[in-house]
């Protein structure tokens, strides 16, 4: 019966010692692709996690992240043996002496951030080069050569959370963003792109577009003429050879205004398809906040910016809290029907945005469930429905939230409002797209 255990555990701790092996000796190809830097306690043998190789992150036992910026490394990137190192999730080449065109770090799907700032990558970035990337959240390729269009693939990652192409040469058009809420930070500053910043950039300021003297609209201040949509002109350009390439004519106009109109169109179509089966999916997925009949007043959605906030004052601030407090408190035994704000950086915002809100469940903990809601300003908010806390009463449960809601760290997620009732507490703060801590850290 020993003879049978040991089999088992002979074979999975050979199999955990070669897998441990593989990473080192991939880590030992990919260092003889590079020239120069300070790898000397690269060993093979001496144990990349155990001995804390430079630049190496470690989850256990498996190379998680390689972090090699300002190591003055130059050469070529190894794609072949980086696809070996399976746990790898994050890759920093910022501040080094890499040339020519991008590396094939499109072969390695599972990454989540990719850190390529400060380098002399040039040339451009095929269209679909990130097609197949999913799962990134952080593309940083500023200050490079990169020329040529931004990829459309780029544009279209679902967990985008970080994108900075600044101090590039890219040229034509910025494609629309396809899920702008999940993007935080956001810089395509000093290139050469041209034409009307999409809609869907509004949240972000002006300094992340300047220095391209080709671009305009309502971000930027500046009124886009007619032939400021360089893609209208392409367009045409490419179904008719013959037309002129400046666009002039009336049938140049006329097909620019037909193809926006079809545009315009398109966009609007889409948008319903969204909203109708978001609205479905709220009424099963939500319902649990909608317990309750919403008879009192709610304060509507208010999401300033930075400045405004700050520049609030501080009667406006008291009233705005008071008023929420008393919508809280109103209604006798019935409970509860609204939220008390207890941070409002990310403006103000009743229960019934957050009924309206698209929705989808994220999971249940040891204190209760967890709720996405993305409200029709683009805030995203997680909401908590806490049940292990009855026991706490109002005043002291207020004083906490409060108290919580004055926190400031980077690393820690404020409270933003709360609901409570007698059988079950509702906390609402930020929503941190989906990944665990490690990652977002790093």
Same mark, same amino acid.
């Given at each position: 019966?020993?003879?049978?255990?040991?089999?088992?555990?002979?074979?999975?701790?050979?199999?955990?010692?070669?897998?441990?092996?593989?990473?080192?000796?991939?880590?030992? &190809?990919?260092?003889?692709?590079?020239?120069?830097?300070?790898?000397?306690?690269?060993?093979?043998?001496?144990?990349?996690?155990?001995?804390?190789?430079?630049?190496?992150?470690?989850?256990?036992?498996?190379?998680?992240?390689?972090?090699?910026?300002?190591?003055?490394?130059?050469?070529?990137?190894?794609?072949?043996?980086?696809?070996?190192?399976?746990?790898?999730?994050?890759?920093?080449?910022?501040?080094?002496?890499?040339?020519?065109?991008?590396?094939?770090?499109?072969?390695?799907?599972?990454? /989540?951030?990719?850190?390529?700032?400060?380098?002399?990558?040039?040339?451009?970035?095929?269209?679909?080069?990130?097609?197949?990337?999913?799962?990134?959240?952080?593309?940083?390729?500023?200050?490079?050569?990169?020329?040529?269009?931004?990829?459309?693939?780029?544009?279209?990652?679902?967990?985008?959370?970080?994108?900075?192409?600044?101090?590039?040469?890219?040229?034509?058009?910025?494609?629309?963003?396809?899920?702008?809420?999940?993007?935080?930070?956001?810089?395509?500053?000093?290139?050469?792109?041209?034409?009307?910043?999409?809609?869907?950039?509004?949240?972000?300021?002006?300094?992340?577009?300047?220095?391209?003297?080709?671009?305009?609209?309502?971000?930027?201040?500046?009124?886009?003429?007619?032939?400021?949509?360089?893609?209208?002109?392409?367009?045409?350009?490419?179904?008719?050879?013959?037309?002129?390439?400046?666009?002039?004519?009336?049938?140049?106009?006329?097909?620019?205004?037909?193809?926006?109109?079809?545009?315009?169109?398109?966009?609007?179509?889409?948008?319903?398809?969204?909203?109708?089966?978001? &609205?479905? /999916?709220?009424?099963?997925?939500?319902?649990?906040?909608?317990?309750?009949?919403?008879?009192?007043?709610?304060?509507?959605?208010?999401?300033?910016?930075?400045?405004?906030?700050?520049?609030?004052?501080?009667?406006?601030?008291?009233?705005?809290?008071?008023?929420?407090?008393?919508?809280?408190?109103?209604?006798?035994?019935?409970?509860?029907?609204?939220?008390?704000?207890?941070?409002?950086?990310?403006?103000?915002?009743?229960?019934?945005?957050?009924?309206?809100?698209?929705?989808?469940?994220?999971?249940?903990?040891?204190?209760?469930?967890?709720?996405?809601?993305?409200?029709?300003?683009?805030?995203?908010?997680?909401?908590?429905?806490?049940?292990?806390?009855?026991?706490?009463?109002?005043?002291?449960?207020?004083?906490?939230?409060?108290?919580?809601?004055?926190?400031?760290?980077?690393?820690?997620?404020?409270?933003?409002?709360?609901?409570?009732?007698?059988?079950?507490?509702?906390?609402?703060?930020?929503?941190?797209?989906?990944?665990?801590?490690?990652?977002?850290?790093?």
């Amino acid at each position: 019966m020993a003879a049978v255990r040991f089999i088992p555990l002979f074979f999975i701790l050979f199999s955990t010692l070669c897998f441990s092996q593989s990473d080192e000796e991939a880590l030992i &190809k990919l260092k003889k692709s590079f020239t120069g830097g300070n790898l000397d306690n690269w060993v093979l043998g001496s144990g990349a996690c155990e001995k804390r190789w430079v630049g190496v992150m470690c989850s256990g036992d498996n190379v998680t992240g390689l972090h090699l910026a300002d190591m003055q490394l130059t050469g070529e990137v190894d794609i072949q043996a980086l696809l070996q190192i399976r746990g790898l999730k994050a890759i920093s080449l910022i501040n080094n002496s890499f040339t020519g065109d991008i590396p094939d770090l499109h072969k390695l799907t599972n990454l /989540r951030a990719i850190y390529l700032s400060k380098n002399k990558f040039s040339g451009s970035i095929p269209d679909n080069y990130f097609e197949k990337m999913g799962l990134l959240k952080k593309v940083w390729l500023d200050d490079n050569q990169f020329s040529g269009r931004i990829p459309d693939s780029l544009c279209r990652l679902p967990n985008l959370m970080e994108l900075h192409l600044e101090l590039n040469q890219f040229s034509g058009q910025i494609p629309p963003l396809k899920y702008p809420a999940m993007v935080r930070d956001l810089n395509f500053s000093k290139n050469n792109l041209e034409g009307e910043i999409p809609e869907v950039y509004m949240q972000f300021n002006a300094t992340s577009f300047e220095g391209n003297p080709g671009l305009c609209g309502s971000i930027l201040g500046k009124e886009c003429e007619n032939g400021d949509n360089k893609s209208g002109q392409k367009q045409e350009s490419a179904s008719s050879p013959s037309e002129g390439i400046d666009g002039s004519g009336s049938g140049s106009n006329s097909k620019v205004l037909a193809i926006s109109i079809g545009s315009v169109v398109a966009v609007v179509f889409l948008v319903i398809i969204v909203v109708l089966a978001r &609205k479905r /999916r709220r009424e099963d997925e939500f319902s649990i906040l909608s317990k309750e009949p919403f008879k009192e007043e709610v304060l509507p959605v208010k999401v300033p910016e930075a400045e405004s906030t700050t520049r609030r004052k501080p009667s406006e601030s008291s009233r705005r809290s008071r008023s929420s407090k008393k919508g809280s408190s109103h209604g006798g035994n019935s409970g509860v029907t609204d939220l008390v704000m207890v941070n409002e950086e990310k403006g103000q915002f009743g229960m019934q945005d957050l009924m309206k809100a698209a929705a989808e469940v994220l999971g249940n903990g040891g204190l209760g469930s967890a709720y996405k809601a993305v409200m029709s300003n683009g805030l995203a908010v997680v909401v908590k429905r806490m049940k292990e806390m009855n026991r706490l009463g109002k005043e002291e449960f207020d004083v906490e939230m409060r108290r919580l809601g004055k926190l400031r760290h980077p690393n820690i997620l404020t409270p933003l409002a709360y609901h409570f009732r007698r059988e079950e507490k509702l906390i609402v703060s930020e929503y941190m797209p989906k990944g665990s801590l490690l990652y977002v850290l790093h």
